[in-house]
């Protein structure tokens, strides 16, 4: 995450230093995860179009900076207040010490004032919580434009396509060191710029998603390295207690993602993309039979040393795609429950939670559908087995190696709907039964489970 330059000279993560306020706030104001998300659609979509207005229209990104510096900082030390005092009084106080700090007629104060406005934007006490509640991913997303803002014009070069048309300088924003960075587009050996591809990947899957919001998933990650010791009343909490302590120790290594429509059908050209993130063998955990596996698969660590995708920069793509928070879209998994347990340790860059039911609140919060096609074999008693075997009692010919994640979610998807097709399944496909979305094989145990 970026860091910014505070009004005395010192340096602040804006995630970081918001993460306490949006903890609070939730808690102030007792919000379900369904309003969550209700509320982000809501206030969040239109906040974060005006921030986009906000970033262009300013004189300098440092005095927004560094108001919005004053005003975490400010909500932070406050928030546990605001049930006592209407918010405008809350801000009257705020904004007399801001120009005490800078001045009455300085950018940072008459930015912070326009600012407190416009997040507040109302005396209602209820609406001025719930923002609260959404204040702190909405200033993540807001990091993430001031770091695209900050770029020197030469990095928005559009690059030179082609086959083997020559060589061209092409230049990338590193924000481990805020500068551009050169490499080499065209020519026979095409873009290799890890970083380039990813964000142009996601541009195509912003698009993607409108039309196929069908979306089948597979991880690769390095296995099971721990065991929780210790008595548990159900088998559910031991399998979910297994699933977070390991997912919590270990590193994500592939993310496979297809789309399809409500027929299963591809859309024309890349349907598949496969996420190969940074994973070193030398320093990072695993399972050595796990890793063997996935190097007879065609995996080479070594690229994924060099070249792999940074899991934080991949979680701000993510979180601005279109593809999570949204009720319209579907995900389709196979025995995912480490499978979601590490897409949700990217996106809040945080351990799982500490019970089953607070990890569902927040599985349900990012991805409201889920099917699992594991755990709709159930309903057939002809379908067994891995995703292998079942691919082959369903008759469906595999594309590209297994036990690689982008071949993998094709084949789930295809999977899915081959059921749908045959008429297995719960009998109310094709909408399929809402007794079956949510639920994930091997992690829980329900009694209204089928």
């Known amino acids: 995450m970026m860091s910014h330059e505070d009004a005395m000279g010192g340096k602040f993560d804006l995630s970081m230093a918001c993460s306490k306020l949006y903890t609070k706030s939730v808690d102030i104001v007792s919000i379900n995860q369904t309003k969550f998300r209700d509320d982000m659609i809501k206030y969040g979509i239109p906040l974060y179009i005006d921030m986009f207005q906000r970033v262009y229209?300013?004189?300098?990104?440092?005095?927004?900076?560094?108001?919005?510096?004053?005003?975490?900082?400010q909500l932070q030390n406050d928030i546990v207040r605001i049930p006592k005092k209407p918010p405008a009084e809350n801000s009257k106080t705020w904004y007399k010490d801001l120009i005490q700090k800078f001045g009455e007629n300085s950018d940072v104060t008459t930015e912070f004032a326009d600012l407190w406005l416009w997040i507040r934007g109302t005396h209602d006490f209820k609406m001025m919580n719930s923002k609260l509640g959404i204040l702190h991913l909405l200033l993540v997303i807001l990091s993430i434009v001031l770091t695209f803002a900050a770029r020197p014009q030469k990095c928005n070069l559009e690059p030179q396509t082609g086959v083997c048309k020559?060589?061209?300088?092409?230049?990338?924003?590193?924000?481990?060191?805020?500068?551009?960075?050169e490499f080499t587009w065209g020519g026979c050996g095409g873009n290799e710029n890890n970083f380039k591809e990813e964000e142009a990947e996601f541009k195509d899957i912003r698009k993607l998603v409108l039309q196929y919001p069908f979306v089948a998933m597979d991880t690769e990650f390095p296995g099971i390295v721990v065991r929780p010791l210790g008595e548990f009343k159900t088998t559910a909490e031991y399998q979910y207690q297994c699933l977070k302590l390991n997912v919590d120790f270990l590193k994500i290594i592939q993310l496979g993602l297809t789309f399809m429509n409500d027929k299963g059908e591809s859309p024309p050209g890349i349907s598949s993309y496969q996420f190969n993130f940074n994973f070193n063998l030398t320093m990072d955990m695993y399972a050595q039979d796990s890793i063997e596996l996935l190097q007879k698969s065609g995996i080479q660590f070594k690229k994924h040393e060099d070249e792999g995708i940074d899991p934080h920069q991949f979680a701000e793509l993510l979180t601005t795609s279109g593809v999570v928070f949204m009720d319209n879209i579907v995900w389709l998994s196979f025995h995912s429950g480490y499978d979601?347990?590490?897409?949700?340790?990217?996106l809040t860059a945080k351990l799982l939670p500490d019970t089953e039911n607070e990890f569902f609140d927040l599985l349900k919060l990012f991805f409201p559908n889920i099917y699992d096609v594991k755990y709709l074999m159930k309903s057939c008693k002809n379908l067994k087995g891995g995703l292998e075997e079942v691919a082959k009692q369903l008759e469906i010919e595999r594309i590209g190696p297994q036990h690689q994640a982008g071949s993998d979610s094709l084949m789930t998807g295809l999977a899915f709907f081959k059921m749908k097709e045959y008429g297995l399944g719960p009998s109310s496909f094709p909408t399929v039964g809402m007794a079956y979305e949510g639920i994930l094989a091997g992690v829980t145990e329900t009694e209204n489970s089928p």
Do not use: A, E, H, I
């Open 166 to 181: 020559g060589m061209f300088p092409r230049f990338y924003y590193d924000g481990s060191t805020n500068s551009c960075k």
């Open 57 to 73: 229209s300013m004189k300098t990104r440092q005095v927004l900076d560094k108001s919005l510096l004053y005003l975490c900082n």
């Open 340 to 346: 979601f347990g590490y897409l949700l340790k990217m």
